[in-house]
């Protein structure tokens, strides 16, 4: 079967740098995906790794350590418009679908 | 990217009846994907719908509760049968992008509430 761990929830104040962690467990594994959903809306694509590193995509960041079965999600200079929700996902091996994480809920102060 | 759109928006329906929710692209799309969602929780993969064969199911939910219907590329609709309280949720349409299942674009959703 397939498992994500992630923190519920996650507190912060503007201009502040915050990391969602993320870890995995699949039988197979293809890449980790993460998803950014505000109160009321539709989930919207972050970022994705494949490969162990850092994918960099203006302030957010994603990282992906295969070896240790983890990754985050790196967020800089933070905006209240960054409270949200942010979910991980991952891709298991042999299969075209995402399975989705319980999701971290952001909150930024002033 | 995609755009999809999601009929109806909302819908409160009483137990014991049936509702077709549907999902339109812009473009065509080999893969899409239908989800529910509780507020304020994560987001379940009921199915995804094949264009041309049955959908695929995942565990824990079955065809005659919510059957599937794929006609074309850019279209598909999802019914909530013989609905109970338990069902009402957020039911989202997903569709993946031409190159990666990795990236997927969702719909504004279907809040349904059965009373």
């Known amino acids: 079967g397939q498992s994500l761990e992630q923190p519920s929830e996650v507190t912060a104040v503007e201009g502040a740098i915050v990391q969602i962690n993320c870890t995995y467990q699949?039988?197979?594994?293809?890449?980790l995906s993460w998803y950014q959903q505000h109160d009321g809306g539709a989930p919207t694509f972050l970022s994705y790794?494949?490969?162990?590193g850092l994918e960099e995509t203006g302030r957010f960041s994603s990282f992906l350590s295969r070896s240790d079965s983890y990754g985050y999600l790196l967020l800089q200079e933070l905006q209240m418009k960054d409270s949200a929700s942010y979910f991980c996902?991952?891709?298991?091996?042999?299969?075209?679908?995402?399975?989705f994480g319980a999701g971290t809920r952001l909150a930024v102060h002033p | 990217s995609a755009v999809i759109s999601q009929k109806p928006s909302r819908d409160i329906c009483q137990r014991g009846t049936s509702l077709t929710i549907q999902c339109q692209v812009d473009?065509?799309?080999?893969?899409m994907f239908w989800y529910r969602q509780q507020p304020g929780q994560s987001l379940t993969l009921i199915a995804t719908?094949?264009?041309?064969?049955?959908?695929?199911?995942e565990s824990g939910f079955v065809i005659d509760k919510f059957p599937i219907s794929r006609p074309n590329l850019t279209f598909s609709t999802l019914t909530v049968s013989n609905m109970s309280p338990e069902d009402s949720s957020i039911y989202l349409c997903?569709?993946?992008?031409?190159?990666?299942?990795?990236?997927?674009?969702f719909g504004p959703g279907t809040r349904l509430t059965v009373t």
């Open positions: 997903s569709v993946a992008s031409q190159t990666s299942t990795y990236e997927q674009y």
């Open positions: 699949t039988s197979g594994f293809y890449g």
């Open positions: 790794n494949a490969l162990d």
């Open positions: 996902a991952v891709r298991p091996g042999g299969y075209n679908k995402l399975i």
């Open positions: 473009s065509q799309v080999t893969m």
């Open positions: 719908a094949n264009q041309g064969s049955e959908a695929t199911y």
